[in-house]
Each structure stands twice: as structure tokens, then as C-alpha cells.
């Protein structure tokens, strides 16, 4: 019996920690994986094609938004990302897990697209923290620091959108929480279920 | 904020494991309780009012199924056994989680009055072992065997009725997915969020 993957998408605002999360949560298991995900920004030193991104153009890019296949995709600082939709489905029906860390706009959109995913939203341990946490950052004016702490304040509000919530106050804990997620949501009844009773039957 | 504690509700066949599993989780952790069923049937040696059990008449038994004070009850032979529902709900309003191994049949009441219950099936690793696992509890006649075995068999198709399903290849690994499925449901946005947003928010 092969098991369909699980498309696990993370997001939360700024400073909540999802990076270092999902990071963990990586390093821990072998059964979850990344998605490379397609830019139009020019490669960095040292970044391999097919490994930290796919670089097309932009008018490639467009191309592939027109004929839908992103599951999502954002436009940052005039460049686009968008992660591939038919490399994530292949993978998720090889029985692969994937991790999507992304923003709330294209967990969205995601959802749409995908609504059996599994949505988690990363939230700081208090608003307090994560203020210390974006100002600890540094390399920002103070008006970029307020734009980012009040965007964090609204992106708060997208929590009841997404699955579950997890309060990093210790990212060893939050890690914990995000492994339990998915090894439940691996347990739950879904229509594979008649496929195990099944096999359990004919057994005899 | 006191967030409301899980009803979990766990089933499966005689000889799925269920007992061992359960009785390894509740060792482990301490935020887990079960509660105190009432029963018609004498005490036997030892056994402590309120403890192992309330022992009531059945006069009064069947006064309370009429006033509906059962969440689940059941007959076995000639004996009858309920859990209270106030009990249960006055804990779970209190933030206690609870955990009730009960059989099929009961736990489909369970959840026609408490839908939002956490149900998980226990399934042994295969139809063999379970076979193997009746026969070595010894103490039956073959007619006996046999109809635990076909009554086991008749059983598994319930497990589309609950939200989880554990296969009992190792009991550790069991007991495990069982914390993981706790903890995930502990995640789960639910109603409780909206809370949790404001506390957020006033905090500022």
C-alpha cells in the first residue's frame, strides 16, 4: 500500500521562529522533505540550480502563472518565487511528506488549491517576545521595525485559517508539537482506510 | 485562559492491544485521567467505592439511563456499566483530558453526545497476530475462540466511524502515535483561538 504524503505548510509572522522550527524539525526526520522552489531573482554565490532554486525568467515565470502551475507564488522586493505544483503533487502521491515554510498569502492560496494539506501556524511566545525578537535582528530603521512588528500584529488575525497553532516559547518543544502533528495526522482515518481493512480481510 | 480538556475515546478488537496501550500512555503522563465508571455488579475483593467503581443498584442504574446521566452504558452479562457524564464533563470543563477505553458500541454513544471527542481505533498488526494474541490469553473453548475471532473480524469495519486509527505493532510505538495524537489535538485551532488572538493583542 503506498500512503499519500502529507503537504505540511508552515507559516507565521515574522520573528515567530518558523525558520528555526522547521529547520529542526528537518534535521530530525528523514520522511520530510523541501520543495525547491522557482525564482526570476539572479542566482547568489554559491547557489545551485535545481537546489536552492529553479532561476527562470520572467517571462517564463508568467507563463507558468497563466497556465496554473504554482501551487502558490508571491511577488518579493520585484522578484517572483513560486513553488511547483506538479513536482509537489508527483512527490506527495510517491508517498513523500513535504514542507512548505512560506507566508500566510500563499499558505492561502495553497489551501485553495490543496485544502487536505495540513495548515500550522507558528505564533511567538508573547507579543513582547517577538518584538525582541525582530528588533534583535538589527540592520532596521526604526520605521521598518514598526511596519514589521504591525504587520505581525494583522498577520496574528490569519491563525483561524490555518489547522493547528504552536506557541514557540522553546524551539525544542515546538519542534516536539510539530512532529506530534504529523505523526497524527499520518493516524487519521481517510479514505486509505478501506484499503487497510481490506488488506486485513483477505489476510485470512 | 483554561482551555478545555480532550474527551479521548479508545476502541478496537479484543486482542488489538488496546488495555496495554492505554495503561502505558496513562503511566507516562501526567495531564491524562480516566474516569470512574458505575456498575450494577457486586464488588469483588478489594475493589473501593468510587475508585474502581460506583456500585449502584439497578434500580438506580436505570433511573439515570432515563435522565440521561450516562454519556455510554451497557450491558454485559446481565451487569451494567456507565460512565457518569457529568463527572466527565465537569473535568474536561476544567481542563482535565480524559480517557476512556470502552468498546464499540459505546463509544458510538459517546460520540452521538460528544461529537467533538477524539476517537482512536486500535488495530492489531495483522488478522494472524490478533488470532495468536486470543489463543494465548488461553481459558476458551474452540467455540469461544471462534466467535471472539469472528467477532474481532466484524469489528474492524467500525474503525471508519472513528477519527484515528493505531496499528499495535510495538506496543512503545503505540503508545507514542496515542501522545501524538493527544498533543496534536491540543494544537488544533478551535474555537479557543479567538482567546488566545486577544490575549495577544491586549498584551500590547
Redesign the interface.
Known amino acids: 500500500m503506498n500512503k499519500k504524503g502529507l503537504l505540511i505548510v508552515v507559516s507565521g509572522p515574522s520573528g515567530a521562529g518558523k525558520g528555526t522550527i522547521c529547520k529542526e524539525v528537518l534535521e530530525r526526520r528523514d520522511d520530510i522533505f523541501v520543495s525547491t522552489s522557482a525564482t526570476t531573482r539572479e542566482p547568489r554565490n554559491g547557489e545551485i540550480e535545481g537546489v536552492n532554486y529553479f532561476f527562470i525568467s520572467r517571462e517564463e515565470f508568467e507563463r507558468k502563472i497563466a497556465e496554473e502551475e504554482f501551487i502558490e507564488y508571491a511577488e518579493v522586493y520585484k522578484n517572483l518565487y513560486g513553488t511547483p505544483k506538479e513536482t509537489v503533487l508527483d512527490k506527495l502521491n510517491q508517498g513523500e511528506n513535504i514542507l512548505l515554510e512560506i507566508d500566510i498569502q500563499g499558505a492561502l492560496q495553497v489551501k485553495k488549491r490543496y485544502p487536505e494539506g495540513v495548515f500550522?501556524?507558528i505564533?511567538p511566545p508573547?507579543?513582547?517576545e517577538l518584538k525582541s525578537r525582530i528588533i534583535g535582528r538589527g540592520s532596521e530603521t526604526p520605521e521598518s521595525l514598526e511596519r514589521r512588528f504591525s504587520s505581525a500584529?494583522e498577520e496574528?488575525?490569519f491563525?483561524?485559517q490555518?489547522?493547528?497553532?504552536?506557541i514557540n516559547d522553546q524551539v525544542k518543544r515546538a519542534a516536539?508539537?510539530m512532529?506530534?502533528?504529523i505523526?497524527?495526522?499520518r493516524?487519521?482515518?481517510i479514505e486509505d482506510?478501506?484499503e487497510?481493512?481490506t488488506m486485513?480481510?483477505e489476510?485470512?
Open positions: 500550522i501556524f505564533l508573547s507579543m513582547a500584529f496574528i488575525e491563525v483561524n490555518y489547522d493547528y497553532y504552536i516536539d508539537l512532529e506530534s502533528i505523526d497524527a495526522e493516524c487519521k482515518v482506510i478501506e487497510i481493512v486485513f480481510k489476510e485470512v
